[in-house]
């Protein structure tokens, strides 16, 4: 009788600890986060409109690196020094055929063995400074104008990357590079030998006095 007694006067309390156990399980999570610093939220919104559809059939045959220092120099007020800034230049341009001037007249069938095709004039499609490999030296004198120096000095900077690559014989490495591409791939799909020419520009109208 004793026994069952004490066991009656246990049940409830053990059955309060179970629920205890229970309740701390389930509200544990939410107790150890931090509310201070919950977890952020990201919420993007974009609206991405299309506005130039362009057609590219320039065939990139060479790239040209460039490496230099550049001391940008501007006279801005009567007396007082000129404003400087020294750029460490890194640039690169890119020599291409523009294929979308292949015409079907370029195109000419001899015979069964051979055709010839007249290639457009190699042409300079892009320059630019890679402001990734580019920094600023130094500048001196800005008068509170760094920015607009810096600006300026990169883009004399870059007209002087179109300059380097014309001068370096970019257009004729492009034709070279031309041919050495171009024909063996026209002869593996045309079957026949290749001959690769020059356009030739068309002859001048004499205008009417």
């Known amino acids: 009788m004793p026994l069952a007694r004490l066991l009656r006067r246990l049940l409830p309390l053990l059955f309060l600890v179970g629920l205890g156990w229970f309740l701390w399980k389930k509200v544990q999570p939410a107790l150890f986060d931090n509310p201070l610093n919950p977890e952020p939220r990201i919420t993007v919104t974009h609206n991405t409109v299309l506005t ?11 790239r040209y690196q460039f490496k230099d220092v550049v001391e940008y120099r501007k006279s801005t007020y ?15 341009a890119i020599g291409c055929l523009d294929l979308r001037k292949v015409k079907p007249q370029d195109v000419v069938f001899e015979g069964d063995s051979v055709v010839r095709v007249a290639l457009p004039a190699a042409e300079l ?26 600006d300026e000095g990169y883009k004399y900077a870059e007209k002087n990357v179109q300059r380097a690559a014309l001068q370096s014989g970019i257009l004729a490495q492009t034709t070279q590079n031309a041919e050495q591409i171009l024909r063996p791939m026209l002869e593996t799909m045309t079957g026949r030998r290749v001959v690769l020419t020059q356009q030739t520009a068309p ?5 009417r006095r």
């Not at 800034?85 to 890194?90: C, E």
């Not at 002859?203 to 205008?207: G, N, S």
């Open 52 to 62: 130039k559809i362009e057609n590219l059939g320039r065939l990139e045959l060479v």
């Open 78 to 92: 009567r007396f007082l020094p000129d404003s400087k800034v020294a750029l460490i230049v890194a640039g690169n």
């Open 125 to 150: 499609c892009t320059w630019q400074v890679d402001h990734s490999q580019s920094r600023v030296y130094s500048t001196q004198n800005s008068f509170f104008n760094d920015a607009e120096l810096v």
């Open 203 to 207: 002859p001048l109208v004499p205008q």
